[in-house]
C-alpha cells in the first residue's frame, strides 16, 4: 500500500473549508445548546411540577434518541408538516439540542453538589434566587462544569461528522465527496482523523489551561 500526499496537497481547498465549517457550526451549536441547557436546569429544579415535568422529558427523549435518528428526524419528518429546512440549518438545530439535553444535567447535577445550607443562608440574608445563583452558586457550580463540558465540547465534534448523512457541507462529507473522485479513501480518512483528533485536543487543552487559570479565582470564591 502507497501513501499518496499529493491526494491531500490536490485536495487542501476543500478539506480545509469543511474543517472550517465543522469548527463554525460547533462554535455556534455549543453555547446555544449550553444556554438552553441552563434553562432547562433551572425549569428541572425550579420550574414547578409542569415545567419540570416537561423539562425532564425533553432531556430524557433527546439523550436517548440516536443522534442520526435525530437528525433524519428533522430533515425528513419535519417537511411532511410543511416544514422544509436546509441541511446546514438542520445541523444547527440538531447539534443544539442534542447539546442542551446533556448540558442541562451537567448543569442540574453541577448545582445540586453545592450544600443546600449556602442557598438557605442567602435566602436567610434576604436574597432573591437570581442574586443566590449569581453570586454564590455559578462560581462553585463553574468548577464542576469545566471537566464535564469537556467531554461534551469534544463529543458534539465528533457527533459534527453525522450531518454529512444530510448533505452538511462539513468535513466529513467534503472528504467524502473527495474519496468519490480520487478512490483514495487511505490518505483522506487518514488526514480527516488527524484533523478531528487535533481540534479535540485543542479543546481539550484548552479547557485544561482554564482550569488551572480560574482555579484561584473559585477557590477565592468560595472562601471568601
Same mark, same amino acid.
Given at each position: 500500500?502507497?501513501?499518496?500526499?499529493?491526494?491531500?496537497?490536490?485536495?487542501?481547498?476543500?478539506?480545509?473549508?469543511?474543517?472550517?465549517?465543522?469548527?463554525?457550526?460547533?462554535?455556534?451549536?455549543?453555547?446555544?445548546?449550553?444556554?438552553?441547557?441552563?434553562?432547562?436546569?433551572?425549569?428541572?429544579?425550579?420550574?414547578?411540577?409542569?415545567?419540570?415535568?416537561?423539562?425532564?422529558?425533553?432531556?430524557?427523549?433527546?439523550?436517548?434518541?440516536?443522534?442520526?435518528?435525530?437528525?433524519? %428526524? #428533522?430533515?425528513? !419528518? +419535519?417537511?411532511?408538516?410543511?416544514?422544509?429546512?436546509?441541511? &446546514?440549518?438542520? /445541523?444547527? $438545530?440538531?447539534? =443544539?439540542?442534542?447539546?442542551?439535553?446533556?448540558?442541562?444535567?451537567?448543569?442540574?447535577?453541577?448545582?445540586?453538589?453545592?450544600?443546600?445550607?449556602?442557598?438557605?443562608?442567602?435566602?436567610?440574608?434576604?436574597?432573591?434566587?437570581?442574586?443566590?445563583?449569581?453570586?454564590? %452558586? #455559578?462560581?462553585? !457550580? +463553574?468548577?464542576?462544569?469545566?471537566?464535564?463540558?469537556?467531554? &461534551?465540547?469534544? /463529543?458534539? $465534534?465528533?457527533? =459534527?461528522?453525522?450531518?454529512?448523512?444530510?448533505?452538511?457541507?462539513?468535513?466529513?462529507?467534503?472528504?467524502?465527496?473527495?474519496?468519490?473522485?480520487?478512490?483514495?479513501?487511505?490518505?483522506?480518512?487518514?488526514?480527516?482523523?488527524?484533523?478531528?483528533?487535533?481540534?479535540?485536543? #485543542?479543546?481539550?487543552? +484548552?479547557?485544561?489551561?482554564?482550569?488551572?487559570?480560574?482555579?484561584?479565582?473559585?477557590?477565592?470564591?468560595?472562601?471568601?
Amino acid at each position: 500500500m502507497q501513501f499518496d500526499v499529493a491526494v491531500i496537497l490536490d485536495n487542501w481547498q476543500p478539506l480545509a473549508d469543511g474543517f472550517a465549517r465543522t469548527i463554525g457550526i460547533c462554535t455556534v451549536s455549543l453555547p446555544i445548546g449550553f444556554i438552553l441547557g441552563v434553562a432547562l436546569a433551572l425549569l428541572r429544579l425550579h420550574g414547578g411540577l409542569v415545567f419540570a415535568t416537561f423539562a425532564a422529558a425533553y432531556v430524557e427523549l433527546l439523550r436517548n434518541i440516536p443522534f442520526l435518528t435525530q437528525v433524519f %428526524l #428533522l430533515y425528513f !419528518v +419535519l417537511p411532511e408538516f410543511g416544514l422544509r429546512l436546509s441541511p &446546514l440549518v438542520v /445541523g444547527f $438545530i440538531a447539534l =443544539s439540542a442534542y447539546a442542551s439535553a446533556y448540558a442541562a444535567e451537567i448543569v442540574r447535577g453541577a448545582i445540586l453538589s453545592v450544600p443546600a445550607g449556602q442557598t438557605e443562608a442567602g435566602y436567610a440574608l434576604g436574597l432573591g434566587y437570581a442574586t443566590i445563583l449569581r453570586r454564590i %452558586l #455559578l462560581p462553585q !457550580v +463553574l468548577g464542576y462544569i469545566l471537566p464535564t463540558s469537556t467531554n &461534551l465540547a469534544i /463529543g458534539l $465534534i465528533k457527533e =459534527s461528522a453525522v450531518l454529512s448523512v444530510i448533505t452538511v457541507p462539513e468535513l466529513t462529507y467534503e472528504a467524502q465527496d473527495i474519496i468519490g473522485r480520487t478512490f483514495s479513501p487511505v490518505e483522506i480518512f487518514t488526514i480527516i482523523a488527524l484533523l478531528y483528533w487535533g481540534l479535540t485536543a #485543542l479543546v481539550s487543552t +484548552l479547557t485544561k489551561w482554564l482550569e488551572i487559570h480560574l482555579q484561584p479565582y473559585l477557590t477565592a470564591r468560595r472562601t471568601g
